[in-house]
Nanobody, 120 residues
């Protein structure tokens, strides 16, 4: 059974940093892509950053270089380093993992989310 587990969330003051981790397990297929999404109260879930198996990354434009996504393919783990945090970064952060089953088929799994709160 596939499991996607996020960790590293918490309460941080404005200007502070957090590092989120996302660990995937339970599948024999390779992970094509890992991504972080976030959802703030009353807002839609949005893509924060993604990284492919080959290391290609994409980011939400408004982050302006404050966040960095990375992954360890050997550990099936992705990380999100968040610096210079702002109150508007407060949200539940979710990890999404896409396993490549074959040339035409992917399976997507979500973690349960980790709360990030940026406040004095």
């Amino acid at each position: 059974q596939v499991q996607v587990v996020e960790s590293g969330g918490g309460l941080v003051q404005p200007g502070g940093s957090l590092r989120l981790s996302c660990a995937a397990s339970g599948s024999t297929f390779s992970i094509e892509e890992m991504a972080w999404y976030r959802q703030a109260p009353g807002k839609e879930r949005e893509l924060v950053a993604s990284i492919t198996r080959g290391g290609r990354t994409e980011y939400l434009a408004s982050l302006k270089g404050r966040f960095t996504i990375s992954r360890d393919n050997g550990k099936n783990t992705a990380y999100l380093q968040m610096n210079s945090l702002k109150p508007e970064d407060t949200a539940v952060y979710y990890c999404n993992v896409i396993f490549s089953i074959d040339t035409y088929t992917d399976h997507s799994y979500w973690g349960q989310g980790t709360q990030v709160t940026v406040s004095l």
